[in-house]
């Protein structure tokens, strides 16, 4: 069982930027892919941005250039560095962990409000 804590989401005005972290219960380097998703009001959840053991992230178009992904393998945590912030960027954000012969996990979700 692989658990997942998010943090890092509030209020922020457009423009602003925000800082999302994942920690893992245990180390990340054993995961196949740790992913970012959000669900913004009324929509489906959605991927924005995966990170696989190995190469560079993927990101959602629409954020592609704004966010980046990075992990620490140290800490056992992932994070989503949000800039340029946009109001249509409101959502919570969730941690996803896939773990080869286990299956997925999720976090709890973090909220994040852009608006002036």
């Known amino acids: 069982q692989v658990q997942l804590v998010e943090s890092g989401g509030g209020l922020v005005q457009p423009g602003g930027s925000l800082r999302l972290s994942c920690a893992a219960s245990e180390s990340i380097s054993s995961l196949y892919s740790i992913s970012w998703y959000r669900q913004r009001p009324g929509k489906q959840r959605e991927q924005v941005a995966r990170?696989?053991?190995?190469?560079?992230?993927n990101f959602l178009d629409s954020v592609r250039g704004r966010f980046a992904f990075f992990r620490d393998n140290a800490k056992n945590t992932v994070y989503l560095q949000m800039n340029s912030l946009r109001p249509e960027d409101t959502a919570v954000y969730y941690c996803?962990?896939?773990?080869?012969?286990?299956?997925?996990?999720w976090g709890q979700g973090t909220q994040v409000i852009v608006s002036s």
């Open positions: 996803r962990a896939y773990k080869e012969g286990y299956g997925e996990y």
């Open positions: 990170i696989l053991k190995s190469g560079p992230p």
